[in-house]
């Protein structure tokens, strides 16, 4: 959905965080983009962020740290071709715009000054897809500490075998303004929540941990009773089934990826390659390949920054353009990369909503929101039953790619050892090694419960981390290699 007065709403915000307490307005951020502009440059903006965060731990009972932050900067950009000259400042203040523009526009100093008027400014469309709430303010310290301790309490409560809970509350309230070039001037009001809980189980003298958690850009009245009795469960039943693990059996066989969080491996093994930059540049595996099979027949994957309320969704992207719903490979065709504006104009094409950044001292670039594939039309347990000898994984730990061979090493955290279609026990030291476009290729059935993650996704790319969502249904990749101890 898209609601001019909604947008408005978000833009009064931002003026009234970002603007006014330093006396300044709109028309002196368009003086400042004409004075970038007096030298010739191919893009320029301002980006205007306001960060207030804070965070929650409690390990053996007792509240061990809590931390609360706030920080406030404006970053200004300018692009001439491929080039990019960028200043920050934590001072907002008419001067410190006026320096950073100086700084910035001597990319362009070979140019000839000219006098620049900077179109009319224009409130850039905006969806609506989660609250404009600060969401640190929807419960107060003591209710915070008493989430935590139940969180604690239960998790001990629900097996003997537990001998320690570590759980952490995070909220942040995020404020952003961009103002373009072009006249564009964009707000968004960006609220995210995360609860985490580990467990440690210990059976004859073996321990083994589980993790669970999730959230999303909401307030903290997301993490009810049922919602965090869902996070103990998972975490205390992932730290039993490792207590019972056996080394995993290495060598080249079928691995069944289960839905959800272990959608991280597309991510990594193929959301990475299909970014503007990297495809630009031809570095990518995916470069050059619009129009061509790079997966099995029914693979379909999307990177969609629209869906509500999701931990990798925005309202508008980083630089002031609204999120999308982006069909990147359709049944196996790869149909489109994702684009901040300056790769979608070097490479003749249009702003995919993908522009991000880390924060106000950093430069955007493409990256992922909320990247998965679509469900198919296999029952899950027909899948896991087709396995005559393989690995059965249903939740990964970290995972690294190398973008331009595609090449991908990933840690299985909670995985099963499958004999005729049966499960025999589970495993542990995992790790799946492979091609990310060969394994597209050699995807051979997709089930039918495509399900995101629960919220818990930070994406690194170029020293910067930004939340992101995941998510994929049950599916069989034929002939992987898989690494283990046995």
């Known amino acids: ?13 931002a003026r009234a965080l970002l603007l006014e307490p330093f006396g300044l307005d709109e028309s002196q951020l368009a003086k400042t983009l004409a004075l970038i502009a007096e030298q010739k440059v191919d893009d320029a903006d301002l980006y205007f962020q306001y960060t207030r965060s804070e965070g929650w731990s409690l390990e053996e009972g007792i509240v061990k740290t809590g931390s609360f932050s706030i920080d406030q900067g404006v970053g200004v950009r300018a692009v001439v071709g491929e080039k990019t ?17 100086m700084t910035v526009r001597s990319i362009a100093s070979a ?20 609250p404009d709430l600060d969401p640190i303010s929807t419960l107060d310290s003591t209710a915070k500490v008493a989430l935590l301790e139940k969180t604690e309490q239960w998790a001990r409560a629900k097996d003997p075998r537990v001998v320690q809970v570590m759980a952490s509350l995070a909220g942040e309230y995020d404020v952003v303004m961009v103002a373009r070039l072009d006249g564009t001037i964009a707000a968004d009001v960006r609220p995210l929540v995360r609860l985490s809980v580990t467990v440690i189980a210990e059976q004859n003298g073996r321990r083994e941990v589980g993790s669970a958690g999730g959230g ?20 205390v039943s992932a730290a039993l089934t490792n207590l019972e693990a056996r080394p995993a059996p290495a060598g080249q066989m079928t691995v069944v990826l289960g839905p959800g969080w ?94 991000r950044r880390e924060s106000y001292a950093h430069i955007p670039m493409p990256r992922m929101t909320n990247t998965y594939m679509l469900g198919g039309d296999k029952d899950p347990g027909e899948i896991v039953a087709s396995i ?10 970290g995972g690294q790619v190398d973008i331009t061979s595609g090449k991908f090493v990933f840690s299985a955290s909670e995985a099963y050892w499958v004999e005729n279609g049966k499960i025999q026990y589970p495993v542990k030291g995992a790790t799946i090694v492979g091609s990310g476009p060969e394994s597209l290729k050699k995807i051979s059935l997709i089930g039918n419960d495509m399900r995101l993650d629960s919220g818990v996704g930070t994406c690194g790319k170029e020293g910067q981390s930004v939340p ?19």
């Open 85 to 101: 000259a960028f200043a920050y400042s934590d001072d907002i203040s008419s001067a410190s715009l006026t320096d950073a523009a």
């Open 216 to 235: 999303g850009r909401l307030g903290m009245g997301y993490f009810d009773d049922a919602q965090i009795r869902t996070y103990v469960d998972e975490a």
């Open 262 to 355: 272990p959608g991280v491996l597309l991510h990594e093994a193929v959301g990475h390659g299909l970014e503007g930059d990297f495809n630009r540049k031809g570095s990518s595996a995916f470069s050059g390949r619009i129009g061509q099979r790079v997966a099995a027949k029914g693979v379909t994957v999307l990177d969609d920054g629209t869906i509500p309320d999701r931990r990798g969704s925005l309202n508008v992207d980083d630089e002031g353009h609204p999120t999308q719903r982006n069909v990147l490979i359709e049944d196996g065709i790869l149909k489109a990369y994702i684009h901040d504006s300056l790769n979608a104009r070097l490479m003749n094409s249009k702003p995919t909503g993908n522009g």
């Open 111 to 130: 140019a000839q000054g000219r006098r620049v008027k900077v179109p009319r400014s224009k409130l850039a469309r905006s969806r609506s897809l989660y």
């Open 388 to 397: 005559k000898k393989g690995l059965y994984a249903t939740n990964f730990g």
């Open 468 to 486: 992101v969502g995941v998510g994929q249904p049950t599916m069989r990749i034929d002939g992987l290699t898989v690494g283990g101890t046995a």
């Open 1 to 13: 959905m898209i609601s001019r007065d909604i947008t408005i709403e978000r833009l009064a915000t």
